[in-house]
């Protein structure tokens, strides 16, 4: 490979190496001749740069090398599915006198009669009594957090879940705020013991608790133990309903669940769950959030939330694309992709497990993928799998991945908390058990390589695919990326 310039140097690397290139600090201008307002922000920009966790905002190209995807969210390929674009089109046919734009906001005079329509189909096909559509789910959870906890409720949440909602819970009337750690029902179990023991509004079930879990956790795919999280509560409520339960759905629509409906359809707990938000930019393949709820809860958002309040409701094309999508799910069109995903997941599983080298590398600490472990006791499988090395080799791993062409991302502080630094692969339906085979394979070949370094059978200190990059990397004088 000839790591020149990006340009010229092997895909999908070649194109990575743009990103790495953004991560160049500017030209240090002379202090005089810089503004001060720009100064202070190219400062910060500096510091993330050195951090090596600067978000490039560049065209993605690594997908026109035919590198295999083993990072989208399209995970069920529905994004990109004739079917799915068929079906849309037949929805714009079948009302040929849509307006683009809704007119206004929700709160005012833009809900209309096919968004109002949707939004019942929508709610109904997730058993839930109403729901509201939103921009994203990150607006979903912002609005639900903004707009339904009560001065003196309390917020009890998962150690690890998403931005979005902490975004949400920091902007809450709630005052009390506490965090259990990440899916232990017997962690769950001692906060929300400690919450009733000393807060007696909430003992008397004057205010309640809402709690805040993720069905399918994003950066770690696991599954939250709803039922059991569920069971818990009612030891302390006793019936009174001063516990409920807020679940973001973002990774399960789609995969999990009857029709793809959801881990909460999937364990029938759709009575005992207030508020669900799922998001549509995942497995659904296009853009936008949906809050289930009572129509309580949805008038609460429409008067409290003010990022639904004083903004414009979603237009038709955006309806519309959603629509299609619940078209095909309903239809049962998805249920092979979500069977194909269940067999491939088990088939990396296999494929990790059953390799020679896999012991020694988890002995040595140089593959650590959770998830492996018990796969075949679960009664489902998810689609996002963190594959972990040394934190000093996160970067070294990444990029024999990418050398061998297959496109997965490596996750830094702070998407992930400091110290938990892992490469985060997605496997989808359009896959192969031959890629995903290799997929294996490369990392193997990679945990083996670093096997020879370390017993210093090499005469090197980082493996080759790090090597390259480096080499590129110190002719433009760049540094970060686990770079020695
Ligand atoms: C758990 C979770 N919730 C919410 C979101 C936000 O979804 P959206 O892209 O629809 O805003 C994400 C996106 O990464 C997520 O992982």
């Given at each position: 490979?000839?790591?020149?310039?990006?340009?010229?140097?092997?895909?999908p690397i070649g194109p990575f190496m743009f990103r790495i290139l953004d991560t160049k600090s500017q030209e240090p201008q002379p202090p005089q001749s810089q503004s001060t307002f720009y100064r202070n922000l190219d400062e910060v920009l500096d510091l993330r740069r050195s951090l090596s966790n600067f978000y490039s905002v560049l065209e993605n190209t690594w997908a026109d090398h035919g590198t295999t995807d083993f990072y989208t969210g399209d995970i069920l390929g529905l994004g990109k599915s004739q079917a799915r674009r068929a079906e849309f089109l037949d929805e714009?046919?079948?009302?040929?006198?849509?307006?683009?734009?809704?007119?206004?906001?929700?709160?005012?005079?833009?809900?209309?009669?096919?968004?109002?329509?949707?939004e019942l189909?929508?709610?109904?096909?997730?058993?839930?009594?109403?729901?509201?559509?939103?921009?994203?789910?990150?607006e979903a959870n912002v609005a639900v957090w903004t707009a339904v906890p009560r001065p003196g409720d309390v917020i009890l949440y998962d150690a690890l879940v998403h931005a979005s909602t902490h975004e949400?819970?920091?902007?809450?009337?709630?005052?009390?705020?506490?965090?259990?750690p990440h899916s232990s029902v017997d962690g769950f179990r001692r906060v929300l013991g400690d919450i009733f023991e000393s807060n007696r509004l909430v003992r008397e079930a004057k205010r309640t608790v809402l709690v805040a879990v993720e069905s399918i956790y994003s950066m770690d795919g696991d599954v939250c133990p709803l039922q059991e999280l569920v069971e818990v509560s009612h030891e302390f409520s006793r019936g009174q309903g001063n516990v409920q339960f807020v679940v973001d759905e973002a990774h399960s629509l789609g995969v999990i669940g009857p029709k793809g409906a959801g881990l909460i359809c999937e364990l029938g707990l759709q009575k005992e769950i207030a508020i669900v938000v799922h998001s549509y930019g995942k497995a659904m393949g296009a853009v936008g959030g949906f809050v289930l709820a009572s129509t309580t809860v949805r008038h609460m958002i429409a008067n409290f939330a003010r990022s639904i309040i004083y903004t414009t409701s979603p237009s038709f094309p955006f309806v519309a694309a959603i629509k299609s999508?619940?078209?095909?799910?309903?239809?049962?069109?998805?249920?092979?992709a979500q069977e194909r995903i269940q067999q491939l997941v088990g088939f990396f599983f296999e494929t990790l497990t059953s390799h020679p080298v896999w012991p020694t590398a988890q002995q040595m600490g140089l593959l650590l993928v959770p998830l492996a472990k018990d796969w075949e006791e679960r009664p489902f499988l998810t689609h996002i799998i963190p594959i972990f090395t040394r934190q000093k080799y996160n970067w070294w791993?990444?990029?024999?991945?990418?050398?061998?062409?297959?496109?997965?991302?490596?996750?830094?502080?702070?998407i992930v908390p400091l110290g938990q630094r892992r490469v985060r692969a997605v496997?989808?339906?359009y896959n192969t058990e031959d890629e995903v085979r290799r997929f294996v394979n490369a990392i193997f070949t990679w945990v083996e390589e670093m096997?020879?370094?370390?017993?210093?059978?090499?005469?090197?200190?980082?493996?080759h695919a790090a090597r390259r990059v480096y080499a590129w990397m110190a002719q433009e004088k760049l540094t970060g990326f686990g770079k020695p």
């Open positions: 490979m000839d790591t020149a310039h990006p340009e010229t140097a092997a895909p714009l046919a079948r009302c040929p006198d849509f307006t683009i734009g809704p007119t206004g906001s929700r709160a005012i005079d833009g809900t209309y009669s096919y968004l109002k329509k949707a189909e929508i709610a109904s096909f997730h058993g839930a009594e109403n729901g509201l559509l939103t921009s994203s789910a990150f949400g819970i920091k902007q809450s009337l709630a005052i009390d705020k506490f965090e259990f999508g619940y078209k095909l799910l309903a239809d049962g069109h998805t249920e092979e791993l990444f990029f024999h991945i990418l050398d061998s062409n297959f496109y997965t991302f490596p996750m830094e502080h702070p496997l989808h339906a096997m020879f370094i370390e017993d210093g059978r090499t005469g090197f200190a980082v493996p």
